[in-house]
């Protein structure tokens, strides 16, 4: 299983970190987040040094569908009426500015960068998109509603959002990467303050960046409580009906459209973490109901951390810990929130003001109807008896016959047959018999 991102690009590597070192800023987690916050810190000329505990985008920055945008799902009629327009006009033109930071750094790179319109469609819903639109025209933003003649399916219309892009992630990020001061293979088994505990020695530093998906301290932050991940798929199909612009569902389990090349990329099948879902199986009979000549070349999953109001968690990791950030949270957009936060973290790191961080703070108001799902996701697993338990939190693993992995519904750690970690925030593989680390 890998992606046709994974299967037609060759990124850089690097040695792994051997004794100890000493930063001022350091970087943990090399995926796309990470890697852009080394790249304006370089530019900045700040002393910073970023770890990765595999390879660089080897986790689910090699899975995305790499839509640069920042219309994300029906969020701004939400945003109004719930955080208020100042709030909403601030996630708007925080997204915008990401994106055209890519419309900047691509102009001159070898990445498969377009330009595209962005739409999210409803199946059913008019009134949804009207809505939407309503409220993009109070920000200021022009916004439209449109028929979708190019997809296969019928729709109540989408909203269409002009000047935004698509592109080949790992070609954008090979060349990001290539003069980066980076470490692979460089696992933090432990952290205190202003120390970071390696397989092979410390790490000295002043400031620490957490870019590690799901972020990986639990003492602090309440992330177990304020995310939980989702599970996404896509098929990249030949000889399927070509379109020109970017789709996705409002409902979120919908299925979401875009063309590569020769290729055209369907996404669906979602679930959370742990729990059943359509997975590739729906995706396979939508294919065979409606591009009956296509042929599969690629499959692969995702894997997002989802917040309790639908906007990322970017700043202070914890007000009890001074001089640590976090980039986490990006609700299936983690192209455009990447750059995003790397944009609103390098300002923070050098103490400058931002004029958006206010929005994305981690610590805002958590008293959600999510949280409370996720605290009882939580307590049930908790109380499910089972041989195998995540070292995470030690919730009930589920086995997952279609990915075959042992799942977590709770957080959402994933560990191979062998017990291999696949995806965080557990720190480690399971213990022969499924308890706790190796």
Known sequence: MESVWTGSETLPHFQALEGSAKTDVLIIGGGIAGLLCAYFLQEKGVDYLLVEGRTICGGVTGNTTAKITSQHGLIYHKLLKNAGPEKAKQYLEANQN??????ALCQDMDCDFEKKAAFVYSLDDRQKLEDEASALFKLGFPAEIVETREL??????????????????????????QNLHIYEHTFVKELSPHRAVTERGNIAFQKLIFATHFPID??????????YQHRSYVLALENAVKIDGM???EA??????????????????????????GNWQELRNFTVLHYPAAKERYFWAAQDCMTLDGVPYIGQYSPKMPGCFVATGFNKWGMTSAMTAAMILTDLVLENENPYAEVFQPSRNMIKPQLFVNSFEAVKNLLTISEKRCPHLGCALKW?????????????????????????PANGNLKKGGHGHV
């Open 152 to 177: 296969p399916i019928r729709t109540a219309g989408a909203v269409r959002f002009p000047e935004q892009a698509q592109f080949h992630p790992l070609k954008f990020l090979a060349k990001i990467a």
């Open 400 to 424: 997952n016959p279609d990915e075959h992995s042992w799942d977590c519904p709770c957080h959402g750690s994933r560990f191979g047959t062998g017990g291999v970690l696949l995806d965080n």
């Open 218 to 227: 639990n003492k602090h932050g309440l992330y177990f409580l304020k995310m």
């Open 252 to 277: 979120m389990c919908g299925l979401s459209f875009r063309s590569y090349q020769d290729f055209l990329l369907l996404g669906g099948g979602d679930h959370r973490t742990g729990k059943k879902g």
């Open 98 to 103: 990401a994106v055209k930071k890519y419309f």
């Open 247 to 249: 789709y996705v569902d």
